[in-house]
């Protein structure tokens, strides 16, 4: 399915419902051809007719999401139209699972804030080309939202992501973990990210905010991921090697990180 030259959105699913389990799908080469489409969505989710966000969950297992180059070529479009973006929830969200998924695309926007509680990113496979350059992109987004409850738990493990090339524009941030929301909250959350597997050419942090250092995490466990990067960042209170804070009530870091040189890379 595909649209070309309008002013229109493509969804591989986009479902309203206060309980969705969508699994064992296949989708190939969904995109809207268009260099003013505000979105191609692998999963999208609308809202649910419920008062509150307790019990609205998102189960999203076994699926397969293609976009091939190829296809760019064949309708006569430009590579740069060929996003797409990982999904988004329209409302608060008590949980999400995206687990044992495919994706295998040129370009790829990995959403850095969505309106989640409880958040599990497992045992998924990603390739793209490249990461979408006019926004920050993630694997783990934090966003905590008013009043969480101190059970609020965001989980990534297993995966297995990998990007070929940096994005043409660096103003954006790349990083495995992006926290945002309500900043006095940040302490109450539970994050996890565990035995990732993950060669991204222009990540920017291990961990990143839009509060930068005043941003306090208590329960934070990094480890046992392999990561290979060629361009780190280093700017004002932060490095890629040690994440950007240091004032982690708690963080185990025991982490494989490679970075080979720019000339290796090539």
């Known amino acids: 399915m595909h ?5 229109t959105v493509v969804y591989d699913a986009y479902l309203s419902c206060i309980s969705l389990d969508y699994e064992n799908n296949y989708w190939k080469n969904n995109i ?7 979105s191609n969505l692998l999963m999208k989710s609308k809202f649910a ?6 019990g609205i969950n998102r189960i999203y297992r076994n699926n397969t999401y293609i976009v091939e180059k190829s296809y760019a070529d064949i309708m006569g479009r430009p590579y740069d139209e060929l996003w797409v973006s990982l999904g988004s929830f329209m409302r608060e969200m008590d949980t999400v699972i995206i ?3 495919t994706i295998d695309v040129y370009k790829l926007r990995m959403n850095a804030s969505q309106p989640i509680h409880n958040y ?3 045992n998924n496979e990603i390739h793209a080309y490249t990461v979408q350059e006019t926004a920050h992109n993630c694997i783990l987004p934090v966003s905590t939202l008013e009043h969480p409850a101190f059970t609020d738990t965001y989980i990534a493990k297993n995966n297995k992501i990998s990007f070929d090339t940096s994005s043409p524009i660096t103003e954006y941030q790349n990083s495995l973990i992006r ?4 900043r006095n909250e940040l302490s109450r959350v539970k994050i996890i990210f565990e035995n990732n597997s993950v060669v991204w050419p ?4 291990i961990v990143s905010s839009a509060y930068g250092a005043s941003t306090v ?3 934070v466990t990094i480890d046992n991921n392999t990561l290979e990067t060629y361009t780190p960042a280093v700017t004002t209170a932060k490095t890629l090697y040690s994440g950007i804070y240091s004032n982690f009530g708690k963080l185990v870091y025991g982490n494989s990180i490679s970075m080979p040189s720019l000339a290796s890379a090539q």
């Open 217 to 219: 995490l208590r329960d």
């Open 99 to 101: 687990e044992n998924n």
């Open 120 to 122: 599990t990113f497992n």
């Open 32 to 38: 809207s051809f268009s260099p003013t489409a505000s």
């Open 179 to 182: 926290v945002t929301g309500r």
């Open 3 to 7: 649209a070309i030259d309008l002013s």
């Open 202 to 205: 222009d990540l920017d942090a």
């Open 49 to 54: 007719h419920k008062d509150d966000y307790h």
